[in-house]
């Protein structure tokens, strides 16, 4: 019977709860190991690649919007007020008229369109920096180009390393998601034609 007594008493220690300083204590270490962690994370690195993939997005969204309506998408890229914008170009005349929709994108606090002197990519690549791309009704571009992003951060910096580059190819309409590592360009995606983005989620008819 004292054995078992025992046996029971031992359970029971076994399977209590923390007791309040205990719980304080791992309180503690969470908090400082949480203080050392997140001075390394860089945000300003995850906010460009989130606003790449969204200007990845809206090409290959804006050259497929092409092709169904069978006129031009023009995509602008303003890097004064830091917007991507798509006309929905119906008449072809490049400019905007009161019965065609535009959509837009504001980049993230702390990404720019700024080259900030990185060297261009490697051949064949295009070298020409480009400020807006029409895409026609067979899914081609009307020029091939660059599309630079950057963070305040990196251009302070002044080391490129959060640059990042979307390529359009001219014949084909193709993008092509690059970014600035050691050094040099590498290539991290690369678009298809027949690939559909969505519309962006923040868009707006001027």
């Known amino acids: 019977m004292a054995k078992a007594q025992r046996s029971l008493g031992r359970i029971r220690q076994a399977q209590r709860g923390f007791t309040l300083i205990e719980m304080l204590i791992l309180v503690v270490m969470l908090s400082i190991l949480a203080s050392l962690a997140l001075p390394r994370l860089d945000y300003n690195r995850y906010r460009v690649n989130a606003d790449a993939r969204n200007v990845m997005m809206t090409l290959a969204y804006a050259q497929r919007l092409a092709v169904s309506l069978q006129h031009n998408v023009q995509v602008t890229f303003d890097p004064v007020n830091r917007q991507v914008r798509t006309l929905e170009d119906a008449n072809d005349d490049g400019n905007f008229t009161a019965d065609e929709r535009v959509r837009g994108f504001q980049l993230t606090e702390g990404v720019i369109l700024d080259r900030n002197g990185a060297p261009s990519l490697p051949a064949p690549s295009p070298s020409n920096e ?36 979307l390529e359009i190819i001219r014949s084909t309409g193709r993008a092509s998601w690059w970014t600035y590592t050691g050094g040099s360009w590498r290539r991290v995606a690369a678009g298809s034609s027949s690939s559909a983005g969505l519309p962006c989620a923040h868009s707006c008819r001027t």
């Open 130 to 165: 480009v400020t807006q791309i029409t895409f026609w009704r067979d899914g081609s571009a009307n020029t091939a180009g660059v599309v630079y992003l950057n963070t305040t951060k990196g251009v302070a910096k002044g080391n490129n390393e959060d640059s990042r580059a």
